[in-house]
């Protein structure tokens, strides 16, 4: 029998799902396959962030997490802590959130687009110990951000930032060797386990989306039904990081499946037609606006003739809402309740109409009770198995999300 909580929350899932976290999940990948290529940036990560493009196997990829971990150990995070990360779609922005969780601390994904006022009051909400980030993203002066975050937060310890050229008073994570580090302490996660943060802007500023490893777990699974990854069939990522669905389909998910993903960002044209070229038969995953205006003209005959399949993530208030129609790749779509929750729908519809049900179950049906709905809206707010637990400006606890 699993733990409940409430008649819909558990903190554990049904066998045989009941075990599973990022850490068992990135150990077993490590485990069985080692030298299996998992994550790799954008080939052309060097022009807008200075640092050369990495690719990770899984062992490489539980092995730099690890040490990652320690490394923020040594700074001086502990368990329970809450780390806000502010990094592009790159390695290092999943190394940081599973390093956090192989050392018990709480990984926040920051939105890097926004103003340092608002990342200041995304640090407060959640009392950030430490910010994570590197020094620029493009044209954006991301390290010169982050600084501004931790000089304004008082909540802020310290901050620390991957890659070069960073500037003064943020610890450079580059460059460590084994004897600069502590191993870090035996820890299992558990699927009760606060594990992941995500934000979403309302009137009085950013409204935090607290959830579990379960919570993680089973909206990897439930993206299942609409991206079918596997060995085969990898992933092309085109979604920054900020969205607990995107999280969701590229490290639980493609380490359960044992699919390749490739990360581009911030968008290039060239980049897209390299990585496409290189894997024709992977799975595309972008924001809806950019699937609905993608125009194949412009790019090489037949680039996405072999692609494997389109998902699009679309943010909606109701399960009734008119959204973009689809352009010519029309697709799948995962829909964002402003990170109050995730449902799914396998085909685009052409008039941008949408119906979802009230109630949406799990896909997959041995992953929930029968009597455990993994979303349900009412005018009320939305509950279920998958809704986090919300921490509002002002807040002394944490919510549940209706």
Known sequence: MSERVSDTTLLELPAPWSHITLQSLAEKAALEAPARPFLADCPRREQWNGVEPRVLNCDTFLRSAYFLGAQLRSLGVNPGDRVLILLPNCVEHFLAVLACRLMGAVPAIGPIDETPDYLRACAERIQAAVVL??????????????????????????????????????????????????????LTCHQGDDALITFSRVADGPLAALRT??????????????????????????????????FAA???????????????????????????????????FAPDHFLSTL???????????????????????APKASILKPGPFKGALAFDFSEGGMMTRLAWPIDGRIDLPHRYDHPMESVLPEEVPMLEWSEAGLSGYGAPRLIRKGSKRTEAAA
């Open 133 to 186: 980030t590197c020094a620029r993203v493009g044209d954006m002066a991301l390290g010169e951000k982050a600084r501004l975050v931790a000089a304004r937060a008082l909540c802020v310890r310290g901050i620390a930032g991957f890659g070069f050229d960073l500037v003064e008073g943020i610890v450079s994570l580059e460059g460590w060797s084994e004897e600069d580090v502590d191993p870090l302490p035996d």
């Open 213 to 246: 490893e379960g919570q993680v777990i089973a909206e990897a699974l439930a993206l299942f039904s609409v991206l079918r990854l596997d060995g085969r069939r990898g992933l092309v990522s085109l979604m920054q990081p900020g969205a607990s669905a995107t």
């Open 250 to 284: 590229s490290l639980p998910l493609a380490l359960h499946t044992g699919a390749r993903v490739r990360l581009l960002g911030p968008y290039d044209r060239e980049a897209l037609v390299d990585v496409m070229t290189e894997v024709p038969n992977s799975f595309v």
């Open 295 to 317: 125009d194949p003209a412009v790019f090489p005959p037949g680039l996405f003739a072999n692609a494997a399949g389109f998902l699009a993530l679309t943010r909606i208030d």
